[in-house]
């Protein structure tokens, strides 16, 4: 029996409860495309408990009845270690599944791995295509990866406003890669119409829908007050947030705040912690520099 979770006062005829029943019967009753919507629904714990497992499942029996999305789905559950360890190469195999079946996402997740070298040889050339073929066909997720090949030469030629057109078609679309990729050119005017209050609003926008890069883009406007009012608080929340999330440039940045008492406490040995964080996070700036010795110990010690 289905799980439905809690929402307090909307209760137990939520709209959204009665479908999930619904997508529950029609999966049991064979049709693939309810199994695909349900283990979406079930992976979000959306009005049903959060239940990987199961949504795993449930993806693994419509990617077998043929739906290209649900092996898409699962290759993505594969590749993130969400059942427990990772499987790069099962990940890869559905995601070629999903691409030829016409599923987008498959076909962009592939490019991923291809770019990362996940599972496979990097190549990203291949990434490149990958991208452009499912950005061609609707996939406006792969429009904004392809954009950021763009604006570093990786793959493609460099073209910012090639970038930029495809960073605004992802954004309108609501996807945060492309909203704070067309932020962060406008932020420096770079291919677009330098426009400091139009990228913190594109920042805000992805950070609204939980985007680490766009909540990080967010407080350095706060912080600067580049193109918003300068609000050492909302800096202090943000840096707090995308920390907390184990973005090592979030902690060093959070640091500073508390080594001068801007937005935050003052606070020098929490300074001193997070920096230590950013440091075992990778962000190697933070990490404290070993003292030079001077030059006479160098020379005393047969330097």
């Known amino acids: ?12 005829c939520h709209p959204g409860h009665a479908k999930a029943k619904q997508l529950d ?32 499942a449930l993806f693994d029996r419509a990617c077998t009845a043929g739906v ?5 789905s699962l290759g993505a559950m594969l590749q993130r ?52 073929a499912a950005c061609d066909a609707g996939g406006t997720n792969a429009c904004a990866h392809l954009g950021a090949l763009h604006i ?16 605004q078609r992802a954004c309108g679309d609501s996807i945060p890669l492309g909203c704070v990729g067309l932020g962060r050119l406008h932020a420096s005017g770079e291919g677009v119409a330098r426009n400091d209050s139009l990228a913190t609003a594109l920042f805000d926008r992805a950070c609204e829908d939980d985007d680490l890069a766009g909540c990080l883009e967010l407080a350095a406007s706060a912080e600067s007050g580049r193109g918003m009012p300068q609000d050492f608080v909302r800096a202090g929340d943000l840096y707090t ?21 801007a937005g935050v406490f003052r606070d020098a040995e929490r300074a001193t912690r997070l920096r230590g964080k950013a440091c075992r996070l990778g962000y190697l700036e933070a990490c404290e520099k070993p003292a030079t010795a001077p030059a006479a110990q160098r020379r005393e010690a047969g330097a």
């Open 25 to 56: 019967l029609a999966c049991e009753s064979g049709s693939a495309a309810a199994c695909d919507t349900l283990g979406g629904r079930l992976r979000r714990g959306e009005y049903v408990l959060r239940d990987e497992a199961r949504a795993a």
């Open 241 to 261: 947030y995308a920390c907390d999330e184990d973005v090592g440039l979030a902690c060093a940045r959070l640091a500073d705040l508390h080594d001068r008492g």
């Open 152 to 167: 570093s030469g990786e793959g493609v030629p460099r073209d910012v406003q090639q970038a930029a057109v495809l960073f």
């Open 1 to 12: 029996m289905l799980a439905i979770a809690s929402t307090g006062g909307l209760g137990g």
């Open 68 to 72: 290209g999305e649900s092996c898409a």
């Open 81 to 132: 270690g969400y059942l427990g360890e990772q499987d790069s190469g099962r990940a890869i195999t559905l995601f070629q599944e999903g691409c030829d079946r016409g599923a987008m996402e498959g076909c962009t997740s592939l490019g991923l791995a291809y770019r990362e070298g996940a599972g496979v040889p990097a190549d990203v050339s291949r990434a490149a295509e990958l991208f452009r």
